[in-house]
């Protein structure tokens, strides 16, 4: 059975305000109804005493009639009636209406046990206060009087005090209930929003926004929805450029396979039908070896960015001496910046060393200087080399075409190449090279930083922490 929220808040609600109401009104009237009683047995006992006090000098078998009359009088006009007995059980005085008395009371006051006070007893068929006092003279028990008053006035009272107790109830129940009523619709509105904004969620649309507030848990959930709302736009963001990226990167991969296969199966093809003259199979096989590495070099891009991705790469740490590397980057790259027209120039002192893995090393340099040489073009490159108190720095700088600074963000996104038209150089086509580098450098707990203008160069800054 499906209940509605503001239904189940109400039913809470006003069961533990009736719970809570009955609770308090026993309690009330009990205390109410014991604090009457109470009084009008201690008001019966003051007036016992003042009388008994008052005959002191009397006999209590010829006791004074003006003093008991002068009590009757008094006593009389608040219902109050009073006897004296003696200890033989006689009535000496009445006055006021039959008094009786039960045996086990008598025998306390005849033994000089005590007061013995009944807050509610019944005498005659009539629910009233009793009072029963001692009389002694000369030390002696002689006998004992005996207060009664009618309990129908205090009744009364009490009755009329349960009325405004019952009136009252009822008005702060309905004022409870008009309260509950309002606050359940406010928490109903807010989850009913939340409500509306998760089924947004569910279809698609992240651009939703729920009131949020530090107040209660219902504002704190709305604080965490807003929250895995934005990232889950951000996720999806994230996706979608990731899914154009793969469209782009397919569409590339397409392209640059298609062109180094096509030569590839043209140039076999001729030469297994001897289509091609003696003179021109040296070439075309140079061609085949060209293209082929092209394809080699398009897997172990692939290779290596996956590898990095997954943790796979262990790094072998050392000292090395970063002149010999930056040397070695420079003549490996000397064919391909000579037909650039590039002129590599090396910057470092003989007795700087960076800890790092040599493979890695080579291949972070390699990749953002061949970068530096496809966008370079009768310009040179830097390679410098300097340390710190606690890092090594290297820095390849270049006077190539340059970057707004837009395209620095994207440069290490994985499919992103800075220059799309330029499809057809040889060296990082895919766009795998700085992404790689990035992570390369992450995994050394280093950092690479880029500076560029457009026009003007771009430089890439490498800090490694030293070997402590």
């Known amino acids: 059975m499906r209940i509605k929220y503001i239904y189940q808040q109400l039913i809470s609600h006003i069961s533990v305000i009736i719970v809570a109401f009955l609770v308090v009104s026993l309690v009330f009237t009990h205390y109410v109804e014991k604090i009457v009683l109470t009084l009008k047995g201690q008001e019966l006992y003051e007036y016992g005493v003042n009388i008994l006090d008052d005959l002191q000098n009397t006999s209590v078998l010829n006791p004074g009639e003006n003093t008991l009359y002068n009590y009757a009088n008094v006593l009389g006009a608040r219902g109050i009636s009073f006897g004296l007995f003696d200890t033989k059980k006689n009535k000496l005085v009445n006055i006021g209406g039959e008094i009786s008395i039960t045996n086990s009371e008598w025998n306390k006051i005849r033994d000089g046990k005590g007061t013995v006070i009944k807050r509610s007893t019944y005498r005659s068929n009539k629910e009233v206060t009793l009072v029963a006092i001692p009389y002694k003279v000369d030390g002696e028990v002689?006998?004992?009087?005996?207060?009664?008053?009618p309990l129908?006035?205090?009744?009364?009272?009490?009755?009329?005090?349960?009325?405004?107790l019952v009136y009252t109830v009822f008005f702060a129940f309905g004022v409870a209930l008009l309260l509950s009523f309002l606050l359940s619709q406010i928490h109903v509105k807010r989850i009913k929003k939340l409500q509306e904004a998760t089924s947004a969620v569910a279809v698609g649309n992240y651009d939703v926004k729920v009131p949020s507030s530090n107040f209660d848990e219902i504002g704190e959930l709305a604080n965490d929805f807003n929250s895995m709302v934005d990232n889950l736009k951000e996720s999806k963001e994230a996706i979608d450029a990731l899914e154009n990226r793969r469209r782009q990167f397919m569409s590339d991969v397409s392209h640059e396979l298609r062109t180094p296969l096509t030569t590839i199966s043209g140039v076999i093809e001729g030469l297994t039908n001897n289509m091609i003259p003696e003179a021109a199979k040296e070439k075309g096989l140079r061609l085949v070896s060209k293209e082929a590495k092209r394809l080699i070099r398009l897997v172990n891009e692939n290779l290596d960015y996956d590898k990095i991705r997954?943790?796979?790469?262990?790094?072998?740490k050392e000292n090395i001496q970063l002149q010999e590397v930056l040397e070695i980057i420079q003549e490996q790259l000397y064919t391909q910046a000579e037909e650039k027209k590039v002129e590599i120039h090396i910057v470092v002192k003989e007795d700087i060393v960076i800890f790092a893995d040599y493979d890695r090393l080579i291949q972070i340099i390699i990749n953002i200087?061949?970068?530096?040489?496809?966008?370079?073009?009768n310009g040179s490159i830097w390679l410098r080399g300097y340390e710190t108190q606690e890092k090594t720095v290297i820095e390849i700088e270049d006077t190539g075409i340059g970057m707004e600074a837009a395209e620095i963000e994207n440069i290490w996104k994985r499919f992103y190449k800075a220059d799309i038209s330029r499809t057809n150089t040889p060296y990082g086509e895919f766009g795998l090279g700085l992404s790689i580098v990035k992570q390369l450098v992450q995994f050394h707990e280093g950092e690479i930083k880029v500076a560029s203008e457009k026009g003007e160069g771009t430089k890439f800054t490498i800090t490694f922490p030293k070997n402590k």
């Open 152 to 164: 129908s006035g205090s009744r009364e009272m009490i009755s009329q005090i349960n009325r405004y």
């Open 142 to 149: 002689a006998g004992g009087i005996v207060l009664t008053s």
């Open 369 to 377: 200087t061949k970068n530096s040489i496809q966008f370079t073009e």
């Open 310 to 316: 997954s943790n796979q790469v262990v790094l072998m």
